[in-house]
């Protein structure tokens, strides 16, 4: 069947949506291909077309795995065999999978990028006949984009097994550099570009600047008809302002991962069933969630990048009726913004600083101290030396990651943890909480049997191989116990901080600076076009498109700067056509002013005198008292 006859059967849509058919085609004439469609562009269609079309299987790696089981489920109810290899899974499960997709009919395997990489998968990969490998969430694969994940830095590696084989690498937002970036990481070969607008005709992005976002929050819900999201920026206010929300009438609900998991189905189905109107949420919500006649999206605290923005606001009008965006965002807001950048990276000097606060602290003397490990209370530490916790924490990371300290726990009494959430809420909650998922991963890859009794861990294990500090694992393990994933008995004893060379001296203490500057660089970026963003004067619509590299954007005539725009425009055009009257009228005889007034067609009483009042004061028309004239 062609791609066409294949799009009508399994899809039931008689035509492609913009770019979709010249993508499939580039895909079934054996390029190397990068796609950019905006959220809810149809990106899916553009590999599980020409796969159907092809002999053999389609091999798409995501890193998301709810988004994975859907679309599995999805094919599966259209006829078509698919399956999803994700972790979590056994052993002897997974064998019998990939056996499936050697030797039966199955058209196509999802692939979580860590699984890819296991020797299991890729010996079977080898076997298989492969007709299309396609990187989903292409972007992540780039340390420049907003959701940079390592493991994908791997995925070219399949080329090795399948070298003929044509990629797909597909993401809804990516700005010029990064698409340069993924062409590049991905090792694409001549690659086909397919990049459609960014552009969204029917959103209507609007930001407010006030103290009282409550109240703007509920005007808009009132104002604007139909569904809608409103995005805070942790679970607590979700709870709160729904609450708020149905103190001022209004139907709504909130959502976050650490809802019990029954509970949060139902909310979601109440939700697209439009049982609930308005869903308060962190900003997981909405993930892989097909519902396109939400009207609003509002983000009550600015996000941390436009990409981010991009995505989540581009949830609202997929039907492609009228909706909005709205962000509101106070000075207040920046101040936060700004404040979380800056205690997020120490500087090469304040690194060096704390090294050598260290070896104050310890009373250790150059070239001495190699494998001592001693014990290290961090709150004494900084109280004595006057330093921020936040900045000392990332400082310890980097001298980590350039193999100078460790810490490590007290060996009296091991900590252990146990998984109390089952693995499907754990899985899920993964999904939904990126920032937890490298540790979650990695307890389940080191300590087996965790779901089933306590298992003994060591942080500094975890710190070594997760490339983050001793009391940062820690303190991610005590919010993991906190938000009911596990439950974590810590050793007793102070944590060791242990020497792993020599103390150095300044001059020979060599910090990675390439390596800070860089990821200072890419957040400090996200950050200023995030502030640029809420601040200027400039169409809102114009601001993104731009950003994504669409440098001729036009302005789109119905955000909140174009509509204020517009409004100076109309009311300088009615101040002329009411001058024009006013000296045509005044050109054929004298007014009383009420006469003068009413004779006027165009404005309103208001206007009328005050275009009186201006022309006498510019001395363009006179008046004796009474009447009026040129």
């Given at each position: 069947m062609t791609q066409a006859e294949i799009l009508k059967k399994y899809w039931g849509f008689d035509n492609f949506r913009p770019l979709q058919d010249e993508i499939v085609q580039s895909v079934l004439n054996n390029n190397d291909t990068l796609a950019l469609l905006p959220t809810g562009g149809g990106k899916s269609i553009c590999f599980q077309v020409p796969a159907m079309v092809m002999e053999g299987i389609c091999i798409v790696v995501s890193p998301l795995i709810a988004l994975m089981k859907d679309q599995v489920e999805n094919l599966k109810a259209r006829g078509i065999e698919a399956i999803a290899i994700y972790a979590g899974m056994g052993k002897r499960e997974i064998d019998i999978l990939l056996d499936n997709c050697i030797y039966g009919n199955i058209k196509f395997l999802y692939l979580s990028p860590e699984r890819l990489l296991s020797?299991?998968?890729?010996?079977?990969?080898?076997?298989?006949?492969?007709?299309?490998?396609?990187?989903?969430?292409?972007?992540?694969?780039?340390?420049?984009?907003?959701?940079?994940?390592?493991?994908?830095?791997?995925?070219?590696?399949?080329?090795?097994?399948?070298?003929?084989?044509?990629v797909l690498a597909l993401t809804a937002t990516a700005t010029p550099f990064v698409r340069e970036d993924i062409i590049k990481k991905l090792e694409l070969k001549d690659a086909k570009v397919f990049v459609k607008s960014f552009a969204r005709r029917n959103l209507s992005y609007v930001v407010y600047d006030l103290e009282d976002k409550h109240k703007k929050l509920v005007e808009i819900i009132k104002n604007v008809k139909g569904c809608?999201?409103?995005?805070?920026?942790?679970?607590?206010?979700?709870?709160?302002?729904?609450?708020?929300?149905?103190?001022?009438?209004?139907?709504?609900?909130?959502?976050?991962?650490?809802?019990?998991?029954?509970?949060?189905?139902?909310?979601?189905?109440?939700?697209?069933?439009?049982?609930?109107?308005?869903?308060?949420?962190?900003?997981a919500f909405g993930m892989g969630i097909d519902k396109p006649d939400v009207r609003f999206?509002?983000?009550?605290?600015?996000?941390?990048?436009?990409?981010?923005?991009?995505?989540?606001?581009?949830?609202?009008?997929?039907?492609?009726?009228?909706?909005?965006?709205?962000?509101?965002?106070?000075?207040?807001?920046?101040?936060?913004?700004?404040?979380?950048?800056?205690?997020?990276?120490?500087?090469?000097?304040?690194?060096?600083?704390?090294?050598?606060?260290?070896?104050?602290?310890?009373?250790?003397?150059?070239?001495?101290?190699?494998?001592?490990?001693l014990a290290f209370d961090l709150a004494d530490f900084c109280k004595r030396f006057n330093i921020g916790v936040i900045k000392t924490l990332g400082a310890l990371k980097f001298l980590e990651r350039d193999g100078y300290v460790a810490l490590s726990e007290n060996i009296f009494l091991q900590s252990r943890i146990m998984f109390t959430a089952s693995h499907e809420d754990v899985y899920r909650f993964q999904i939904e909480n990126s920032g937890y998922?490298?540790?979650?991963?990695?307890?389940?890859?080191?300590?087996?049997?965790?779901?089933?009794?306590?298992?003994?861990?060591?942080?500094?294990?975890?710190?070594?191989?997760?490339?983050?500090?001793?009391?940062?694992?820690?303190?991610?393990?005590?919010?993991?116990?906190?938000?009911?994933?596990?439950?974590?008995?810590?050793?007793?004893?102070?944590?060791?901080?242990?020497?792993?060379?020599?103390?150095?001296?300044?001059?020979?203490?060599?910090?990675?600076?390439k390596y800070i500057a860089l990821r200072q660089k890419i957040q400090n970026d996200q950050l200023k076009a995030v502030l640029a963003y809420a601040s200027t004067s400039l169409c809102r619509s114009k601001q993104l498109l731009i950003y994504f590299g669409e440098l001729?954007?036009?302005?789109?005539?119905?955000?909140?700067?174009?509509?204020?725009?517009?409004?100076?425009?109309?009311?300088?055009?009615?101040?002329?056509?009411?001058?024009?009257?006013?000296?045509?009228?005044?050109?054929?005889?004298?007014?009383l002013l009420d006469d003068l007034v009413r004779e006027i067609s165009s404005g309103n009483e208001n206007d009328k005198i005050e275009r009186i009042r201006d022309l006498l004061d510019a001395g363009k028309i006179k008046t004796d008292g009474k009447k009026y004239y040129l």
């Open positions: 020797d299991i998968v890729r010996k079977r990969i080898a076997y298989m006949n492969v007709n299309l490998i396609a990187i989903d969430e292409a972007h992540c694969i780039s340390q420049w984009g907003y959701d940079f994940r390592p493991p994908y830095l791997k995925i070219k590696e399949l080329r090795e097994i399948h070298p003929d084989k044509p809608g999201l409103v995005y805070v920026r942790n679970r607590r206010e979700t709870a709160e302002i729904a609450h708020f929300l149905q103190r001022n009438g209004i139907v709504a609900d909130f959502y976050h991962a650490g809802i019990e998991k029954d509970l949060r189905f139902k909310k979601q189905k109440d939700w697209k069933k439009d049982i609930i109107r308005v869903m308060v949420a962190t900003n999206v509002i983000h009550m605290d600015l996000p941390e990048s436009l990409e981010a923005y991009y995505q989540e606001a581009g949830r609202a009008g997929r039907d492609e009726n009228r909706a909005f965006a709205v962000l509101l965002a106070n000075k207040s807001d920046q101040l936060i913004l700004n404040a979380k950048y800056a205690d997020s990276f120490p500087t090469v000097d304040e690194i060096k600083k704390v090294y050598h606060y260290l070896g104050s602290y310890f009373q250790l003397g150059y070239g001495a101290g190699e494998g001592l490990s998922d490298a540790l979650i991963k990695t307890i389940q890859r080191s300590y087996g049997g965790a779901f089933d009794a306590y298992v003994k861990i060591k942080e500094s294990d975890l710190s070594n191989r997760l490339k983050i500090s001793f009391n940062d694992v820690v303190a991610l393990l005590e919010r993991l116990q906190q938000l009911e994933i596990i439950s974590y008995l810590p050793q007793t004893d102070q944590p060791q901080l242990q020497f792993v060379v020599p103390r150095v001296d300044h001059l020979h203490l060599d910090i990675d600076a001729s954007a036009e302005k789109c005539g119905f955000c909140d700067i174009c509509l204020a725009e517009r409004k100076i425009e109309e009311q300088a055009q009615l101040k002329d056509k009411i001058d024009f009257e006013i000296v045509t009228l005044l050109k054929m005889q004298h007014f």
